[in-house]
């Protein structure tokens, strides 16, 4: 899907991914999450929160060439290594990296898109390790602070879009009525054609739409055999 440079480097067609010093690595979620979420036409501001390796802020850079893109985190070590990336690709001078609590964010323009890879643990138990507990755990992040807190920075016609394990979609669909937010596209993600889904991507707004936006799509058609669903959807940043 992409060449492994090294243990912890990943070259995609424009830009390069270091990894070493962060807990959460380069990963499918991310990638389809870069790939699929949209922005409205004339998008000029995007938030990437819980920014990690600041892959998705990378692809959102390139896919959206006028728009200038903050991503957050809270790790310091993921948050540093997301600049370094950063500092190393094409889009340098519309990309900013900032360590901080999504919860303590502020900004007054407001965000067109609001892209997130949320913990994915909610109900787990936390790992002795307290970076990697912080990246795959709702600890500092749950479900309803990141959506109060994405209501809260985006622009009246924004969109909100993450991506979360299957079981974990009645969980949204509440916290999002609670914010006075709608679902309004969903794409379950299946492995092979034989698996159930195991992840969603979801994209949330402030207005309702008459119809739900609803697909199932398949990652694989065969072992190692990409669809042509995927082969067309990351076909601008994998290599092969």
Same mark, same amino acid.
């Given at each position: ?20 010093? %962060? ?6 979620? &991310? ?30 850079? #390139? +896919? $959206? ?5 903050? &991503? ?7 948050? @540093? ?17 900032? =360590?901080?609590?999504?919860? #303590? ?14 913990? $994915? ?5 936390? %790992? *002795? @390790?307290?970076? =990697? ?19 809260? *920075? ?23 009525? %609670?914010? &006075?937010?709608?679902?309004? +596209?969903? %794409? ?11 992840? #969603? *991507? ?11 936006? $609803? ?10 055999? =990409?669809?042509?669903? $995927? ?10």
């Amino acid at each position: 899907m992409h060449t492994i440079m090294g243990k912890n480097s990943f070259q995609f067609k424009q830009f390069v991914v270091n990894q070493e010093h %962060c807990a959460m690595k380069v990963g499918t979620d &991310g990638t389809l999450l870069g790939a699929w979420a949209n922005a409205p036409v004339g998008t000029t501001r995007i938030l990437d929160i819980g920014t990690g390796t600041g892959l998705i802020a990378l692809m959102m850079a #390139q +896919r $959206y060439p006028e728009a200038q893109i903050i &991503g957050i985190d809270i790790d310091p070590d993921a948050t @540093e290594q997301a600049r370094e990336n950063v500092a190393a690709s094409p889009f340098a001078d519309r990309i900013m990296i900032n =360590r901080i609590d999504a919860t #303590q964010f502020e900004d007054k323009e407001g965000f067109d898109a609001i892209i997130s890879n949320p913990p $994915y643990f909610i109900d787990s138990l936390t %790992c *002795l @390790e307290e970076q =990697r507990t912080m990246a795959r755990h709702a600890v500092t992040l749950n479900y309803q602070t990141l959506m109060s807190t994405a209501n809260k *920075l985006l622009k009246n016609d924004g969109i909100i879009s993450i991506i979360i394990p299957t079981e974990n979609i009645d969980d949204i669909n509440s916290v999002a009525a %609670c914010e &006075g937010l709608f679902v309004t +596209r969903i %794409c379950k993600i299946k492995t092979t054609p034989n698996k159930l889904p195991k992840r #969603q *991507l979801v994209e949330v707004r402030k207005h309702s739409v008459t119809e739900i936006d $609803y697909h199932e799509e398949i990652l694989e058609d065969s072992p190692g055999h =990409r669809s042509e669903w $995927y082969h067309n959807l990351t076909k601008d940043f994998y290599i092969k």
